[in-house]
C-alpha cells in the first residue's frame, strides 16, 4: 500500500531512500530465494557499509488496558524514527500489512518500509506504509 499522498519530513524521506537503495543492492547481489534472516544480516552489513544510524530487533511492548502482555522485536529502526521490516515470504499478505500497522502505532512513529526479498525484482516486494 503506497500512500504518496502523505508528505513527510524530508529527513525520512531521505532515510527511506537510503534504506531502500542498501536494500536493492543487496536484493542485487543475493537474489530470490533465502531466508529471512540471511537478509537481515546482509542489509546490516550493506547498512553499515553505507553509514546508515540503526538498531536491529528493537523491542516494542504490547500493552492491553495499561499492562504489558507480549513484546514484538523491530527489525530495523533508523534515526529513532523509521522502520523497516524484513520478509522472505511468497507473497506479502494483509497480516504482514497488520503488523507493520501494528508497530507504527505501538511507536508513534509514521514511516515503516516493508520489504519481501523473495521476489525476483525487489521493487516488486517494497511497500511503505504511512501512518
Do not use: W
Not at 93 to 108: D, F, I, R
Amino acid at each position: 500500500m503506497l500512500h504518496r499522498h502523505l508528505s513527510l519530513e524530508p529527513e525520512l524521506e531521505t532515510v527511506a531512500t537510503a534504506v531502500i537503495d542498501a536494500c536493492l543492492e543487496v536484493h542485487r547481489a543475493l537474489g530470490p530465494g533465502l531466508l529471512e534472516a540471511a537478509y537481515a544480516r546482509a542489509c546490516a552489513i550493506e547498512f553499515d557499509l553505507r553509514g546508515l544510524e540503526y538498531r536491529r530487533e528493537v523491542p516494542v511492548p504490547v500493552l492491553y488496558k495499561g499492562r504489558l502482555v507480549s513484546e514484538q522485536r523491530l527489525d530495523f529502526l533508523f534515526i529513532e524514527r523509521v522502520i523497516l521490516e524484513v520478509k522472505a515470504v511468497e507473497n506479502l499478505v494483509p497480516v504482514h500489512h497488520a503488523q507493520v500497522l501494528s508497530y507504527l502505532k505501538a511507536t508513534g512513529l509514521r514511516l515503516a518500509l516493508l520489504l519481501n526479498f523473495n521476489v525476483p525484482v525487489l521493487k516488486q516486494g517494497i511497500r511503505r506504509i504511512v501512518l
